[in-house]
């Protein structure tokens, strides 16, 4: 398992450079620049600005100075934040995003995997129709549809909930709802499916002969061959709940790092559009090589190579 650890590792590195590549050259072929705005600076300004934070150079050069800065684990300096570090920038905006994520990776799961199961235990059966009604609701339905509903009716309705910022506890609950109903929804159709799979093996049919009880059975048996799917598909929805959804955030004004994303895009901030992506793709590829681990405590037979 080692050497396949590090082969992944490597594999995670390589991932990372070539995400910050792409992401920097592209980034130079969206018009306009940091400093324009509806008041254009005079040329002599726009001039004096551009070389000291060195984007007069050729953008190879530039690129070359910033995978030199990268590999000492400096991100560079915001170039609308004055005087901030990405860095700094960065790990002042994640605890919101984690808190979320983390409590949205709880409720899904959960959620998920309990909704599935019992749609699998009642097919064909009306309990079964509705969790496919909603289940399927929540994946072809957008993020930000789901957030706009949330906000109007728990909101606006019926004013159980605040529909900005973070200030109560209460206001995590709109946030974790609206960021836990697509993965949810996914988990719950994927544990269904997986569900009605494993109850028609051979060895679930012998447990029932034997006289185990069905709780005991689906717990002990089809709960543990079932969810290997889920355990796969928990890495990328780990790593997409803990930045937090840049269209939740955006929504309901919270101060994390998906809404630093989209405001450093539209301002043209390089460097945190470069700090964030890279961030975003390190914990991708982190999250990918855990889950793999996981997957084989979980199910021992499976040969990681």
Do not use: W
């Amino acid at each position: 398992m080692l050497k396949y650890i590090v082969k992944r590792l490597v594999l995670a590195a390589v991932t990372v450079y070539i995400v910050a590549t792409l992401t920097f050259f592209l980034m130079y072929l969206v018009p306009g620049g940091p400093f324009l705005s509806e008041k254009a600076p005079s040329a002599a300004t726009l001039a004096a600005l551009e070389a000291k934070y060195g984007l007069d150079q050729p953008v190879i050069v530039q690129y070359k100075n910033y995978m030199l800065r990268l590999l000492q684990g400096d991100l560079g300096t915001s170039l609308k934040q004055r005087g901030k570090e990405i860095n700094d920038i960065i790990f002042t905006r994640l605890p919101a995003s984690a808190k979320i994520g983390s409590l949205a990776v709880v409720v899904a799961l959960v959620c998920g995997v309990v909704f599935g199961s019992v749609a699998a235990l009642n097919r064909g059966k009306t309990l079964d129709n509705i969790i496919v009604f909603f289940s399927t609701c929540g994946i072809a339905v957008p993020g930000f549809v789901v957030c706009t509903v949330l906000m109007f009716l728990l909101g606006e309705k019926l004013r159980l909930l605040p529909t900005f910022g973070l200030n109560t506890p209460g206001s995590y609950i709109m946030p974790v709802l609206a960021l836990a109903f697509y993965p949810m929804s996914y988990i719950s159709r994927l544990m269904r499916s997986c569900m009605l799979d494993v109850l028609g093996q051979d060895y679930m049919r012998t447990a029932k002969a034997k006289g185990l009880s069905q709780t005991k059975a689906l717990f002990k048996h089809a709960l543990r061959n079932a969810i290997l799917p889920v355990v796969t598909y928990l890495g990328p929805m780990l790593a997409y709940a803990l930045t937090g959804s840049f269209v939740v955030e955006t929504i309901l004004t919270i101060p994390g790092l998906g809404a630093s994303f989209v405001t450093s895009i539209t301002a043209r901030d390089y460097p945190l559009i470069m700090g964030t992506t890279i961030f975003l793709a390190f914990l991708i590829v982190t999250m990918n090589v855990v889950v793999d681990i996981v997957y084989k405590l979980v199910d021992p037979r499976i040969n990681l190579r």
